[in-house]
């Protein structure tokens, strides 16, 4: 098993940062790709970023790119900082993992975080 959570949401202005944190513990094995999803009220769960550990390999979202920028460390803890952030991006954010390679259907994914609020007012 692995255990995520999710911490440094919040609310933030339009235009603003913001780093979410996802700590790993248990069996971090499990956990060569870690993702974050986020979900808005009434819209399903959408891929935002993953990464590989340990090549670093990663892929985002397009509506994301150029902003956010997913990393690792070597504890296989997960980041996501998030720059000129914009009001749809107005969600729950969750850190997932999964063994194997990386994917970006949430479907894919074994274990789940339980999420942080990031709110971003215009």
């Known amino acids: 098993q692995v255990q995520l959570v999710e911490s440094g949401g919040g609310l933030v202005q339009a235009g603003g940062s913001l780093r979410l944190s996802c700590a790993a513990s248990?069996?971090?094995?499990?956990?060569?790709?870690m993702a974050w999803f986020r979900q808005a009220p009434g819209k399903e769960r959408e891929f935002v970023a993953a990464i590989m550990w340990p090549i670093g390999y990663n892929r985002s979202a397009d509506s994301v790119t150029g902003r956010f920028t997913i990393s690792r460390d070597s504890a296989k803890n997960a980041y996501l900082q998030m720059n000129s952030l914009k009001p749809e991006d107005t969600a729950v954010y969750y850190c997932?993992?999964?063994?194997?390679?990386?994917?970006?259907?949430?479907?894919?994914?074994?274990?789940w975080g339980q999420g942080t609020q990031v709110t971003v007012s215009s």
């Open positions: 997932a993992a999964r063994g194997g390679g990386l994917r970006v259907g949430p479907d894919d994914y074994d274990y």
């Open positions: 248990g069996r971090t094995a499990g956990s060569s790709a």
